[in-house]
C-alpha cells in the first residue's frame, strides 16, 4: 500500500498546522512556505481537509486556518480518508465499484474486509500530535579524555 502525493502531503500539512500549537491560525500560504508544497496544492488540501472536519477557517481581520480539533484527537487514518476516501485495500470491497473480473469465485473477498478494517486500525492509532513532535536531535557521544573514536 502507498498513499497518493496528496494524502502524503496532507500528512506533512497537518503536522506542520499541529505544530501552530493548534489554536493559533496560520494560513495556507504560510503552511505552503514552511512545508514547501506548492501553494496551489495546499489550497486545495485546506479546503479537503476541512470539508473532511480536520481544519476550520476563519474569514476577515485575525482569520485564518486551524485545527478543527485537537492534535491527540486526529488520526493518521481521519486524515487519509479526508482526502482518499475510505481506506480500502481493494476496490471489490466498496459498495456500487465491482471491476474485477474474478470476483464471482474469488474466494479470498469474504476476508478483505477484516483486512481493511486492521490497516484502518493500526493508522487510526497513529496521532497527529505524535506525527507532528519535533524529535529530539541526537547528540553526539561524548568521549572521555584519550578515548579514541
Do not use: F
Request: proline letters at 5%; hydrophobic letters at 45%.
Amino acid at each position: 500500500m502507498r498513499l497518493s502525493s496528496m494524502a502524503d502531503y496532507a500528512v506533512v500539512m497537518m503536522g506542520a498546522a499541529a505544530r501552530h500549537c493548534g489554536g493559533c491560525r496560520t494560513s495556507a500560504t504560510q503552511l505552503a512556505e514552511e512545508t514547501g508544497i506548492p501553494l496551489p496544492t495546499a489550497q486545495k488540501l485546506v479546503s479537503l481537509l476541512s470539508r473532511g472536519g480536520l481544519l476550520q477557517s476563519m474569514r476577515g481581520a485575525g482569520g485564518g486556518i486551524q485545527l478543527a480539533r485537537p492534535a491527540a484527537a486526529i488520526s493518521l487514518a481521519d486524515i487519509i480518508e479526508a482526502v482518499e476516501g475510505p481506506i480500502a485495500m481493494t476496490a471489490c470491497v466498496e459498495h456500487g465499484r465491482h471491476d474485477c473480473g474474478l470476483e464471482n469465485a474469488c474466494q479470498v473477498k469474504p476476508h478483505w474486509r477484516a483486512v481493511n478494517a486492521a490497516v484502518r486500525d493500526a493508522l487510526d492509532n497513529v496521532s497527529l500530535a505524535s506525527l507532528a513532535a519535533i524529535a529530539p536531535v541526537p547528540h553526539a557521544p561524548v568521549l572521555n579524555e584519550g578515548a579514541v573514536a
